[in-house]
């Protein structure tokens, strides 16, 4: 699946795409970040600068607005988890 790369918004010209390609490798990744027993890791970010010349950067696909296939519940910017 191609991901577009988004600016980062504290500049520098660095792009992120998401990498769903990560997770498989979840046991390598629980080794160095604190996850939690009942995480789950879906995905990762890459972080760089974006290749505007190379073909796969180019394309352009519709999309439809996140509203109108997800909501989120539980992510109150006061809530902290604590594994």
Do not use: K
Request: proline share 7%; aromatic share 8%; charged share 20%.
């Amino acid at each position: 699946m191609h991901q577009h790369p988004a600016p980062v918004e504290a500049g520098q010209g660095l792009h992120t795409c998401v990498q769903a390609a990560f997770a498989p490798f979840h046991a390598v990744v629980r080794r160095h970040l604190p996850l939690c027993e009942d995480d789950i890791l879906v995905c990762g970010i890459a972080l760089g600068y974006e290749d505007t010349q190379a073909p796969e950067n180019r394309l352009l696909t519709e999309r439809q607005p996140v509203e109108e296939f997800a909501s989120f519940h539980g992510f109150d910017a006061a809530a902290e988890r604590v594994c």
